[in-house]
């Protein structure tokens, strides 16, 4: 599957990059160079002097093919303040980058800088590619492949995710337009998929659900948490009140109930673990379909996190 993001990956940006002349045809080899030409790597530990944010920002500046080209470009750099100025002239303006920069690793501040500026000026973006060792790794392509291609990248490098499913939760949350602009900063913050999508869901996707129902050891309460956590993420299209739980040990039966819209709904299931029972979903499903206008969708986590899914709510 990971060699099918790639592809999948590369027939989004052919198509992207492709001529508009209708009588021009791109070949392989004319698009595998095109994506060499917009590639810029580096080594993100290597800032020790002046010169070398210049030569950073040229690698950038370069990748654009010309369509940024800045004049009279210099580069200030105060190690013991942990200051950095980048200016240069641009289309008959001056652009000054005035960030922290504390030690000899690219700081998130340049990137913050950087981005601001591709996307008040350029026609591209660049998507950070999340490599898994010390090097930096970006692309510059059109804007409106730059959120899939960024969340294809780091869902190629988690094997151990539903790939197809993350995938399908992705199309449906671009067909119904839920999907915001990543900035440049963002992507270098979000290092997986889980945590790119928390950046495209801004207040829809809810992290470490294992986190939010171990604030207590009542099994009952635990779905009290996290029935408001899940109503949170509704934006306020569900808001359920005297919302309470029990649980019998005898019968390992969980009970919760709440008040929605003058009407009163209580979900009874069995529990036989800790964790958060096949039935809740099932219960919230039913409700959902009943009375909302969206979905909860539920992620599997890799094994390797520390919480167990994210939930997302998405249009239905």
């Not at 392989?28 to 944010?53: G, H, N, P, S």
């Not at 990137?111 to 998507?127: C, E, I, K, R, W």
Request: aromatic share 14%.
């Amino acid at each position: 599957m990971t060699q099918e993001i790639f592809q999948r990956m590369d027939r989004l940006a052919f198509e992207a990059l492709r001529p508009s002349d209708v009588l021009t045809e791109m070949t392989q080899q004319q698009f595998e160079e095109a994506m060499k030409q917009r590639t810029v790597l580096y080594d993100a530990e290597c800032l020790y002097e002046d010169q070398d944010l210049i030569d950073l920002v040229l690698q950038f500046v370069n990748a654009t093919r010309g369509e940024w080209s800045p004049q009279n470009l210099r580069a200030e750099w105060d190690s013991f303040t942990g200051i950095a100025t980048v200016e240069f002239d641009f289309r008959g303006g001056h652009v000054t980058w005035t960030f922290h920069q504390e030690s000899d690793w690219v700081d998130i501040d340049f990137y913050a800088q950087l981005g601001a500026f591709t996307q008040h000026f350029l026609s591209g973006d660049f998507v950070n590619m999340s490599r898994n060792d010390q090097f930096s790794e970006y692309l510059y392509l059109p804007r409106s492949i730059v959120a899939e291609t960024a969340f294809l990248a780091r869902l190629a490098k988690e094997p151990s995710l539903d790939h197809n499913l993350f995938i399908r939760v992705f199309e449906v949350l671009q067909q119904h337009g839920l999907l915001a602009e990543v900035t440049l900063q963002q992507q270098v913050y979000a290092w997986d998929s889980f945590s790119l999508l928390r950046e495209l869901l801004p207040g829809r996707c809810i992290e470490d659900v294992s986190g939010r129902i171990s604030k207590t050891e009542n099994l009952g309460e635990r779905y009290e948490y996290l029935i408001d956590a899940l109503a949170e993420i509704t934006a306020g299209e569900w808001a359920p009140t005297q919302t309470h739980s029990s649980f019998e040990k005898g019968k390992k039966q969980v009970t919760i109930g709440f008040d929605f819209r003058e009407e009163h709904f209580t979900w009874t299931f069995e529990q036989h673990s800790n964790t958060i029972e096949e039935t809740f979903y099932t219960s919230l499903e039913t409700f959902t379909k009943g009375y909302l206008s969206g979905n909860f969708v539920i992620l599997p986590a890799a094994r390797s996190k520390s919480f167990s899914s994210i939930c997302a709510q998405i249009c239905s």
